[in-house]
């Protein structure tokens, strides 16, 4: 199975392939840092599998997502994050990801992933399970986060997280008036009038660690 790793850190990067490559069904192909360099991965490089990184310079994993799907179809993607499940697994599956995994996993777990994936299968862990059960169970109108996108997600955790909105700029790689734009639409959809609203709303939903 050939598999590409999307990660801006050199450190991960290269333990993942020293792990990877004891496997005996399993070669890495390429590497990326950057969501740009990942799509173009998937299109010069024959691959089953990408293990694709999320808070990445420049175009981040999640905007990469559907470029990478929509160049690469046959290609399946293995978000393989730092963030806990229930901040991005839903919306990142309902994008186009065969499965998500937290960074703390065990290294036999990826190796797993990788294989279910490769045969065409999506790789859901039971706690993904529960949060797919709970959002078809639980009416739409009990969680108004689940309207947005896995960007606005993004910049919603960061500014509830008490950050501003030139820090969220900084970090994701955008222009502080893109981040005054998405800050201005989850105002608007969260029904939020400050900051403080935001951190408040994802307490009470438990969104933050």
Request: some cysteine.
């Amino acid at each position: 199975m050939r598999v590409g790793i999307a990660d801006d850190h050199p450190i991960t990067r290269t333990a993942l392939r020293a792990y990877l490559d004891e496997q005996e069904d399993i070669r890495v192909v390429a590497e990326a840092t950057c969501g740009r360099e990942a799509i173009d991965l998937v299109r010069t490089h024959p691959m089953d599998v990408l293990l694709l990184d999320l808070d990445m310079p420049g175009q981040s994993g999640i905007d990469a997502l559907g470029m990478i799907k929509a160049k690469a179809e046959h290609v399946g993607v293995l978000v393989l994050s730092g963030y806990p499940e229930h901040q991005y697994a839903v919306p990142l599956i309902r994008n186009g990801a065969s499965g998500y995994l937290n960074k703390a996993c065990e290294p036999a777990e990826i190796a797993m992933a990788i294989r279910k994936i490769a045969q065409g299968s999506r790789y859901i862990t039971p706690v993904v399970a529960e949060l797919l059960a709970t959002q078809v169970i639980t009416p739409p109108q009990s969680g108004l986060h689940e309207q947005l996108s896995a960007r606005e997600l993004q910049v919603f955790l960061k500014l509830a997280q008490g950050k501003t909105a030139g820090e969220v700029a900084t970090e994701l790689s955008l222009s502080a008036k893109t981040v005054s734009t998405y800050r201005a639409r989850l105002m608007l959809k969260l029904q939020a009038r400050s900051n403080s609203d935001l951190t408040y709303y994802a307490l009470k939903h438990r969104l933050l660690d």
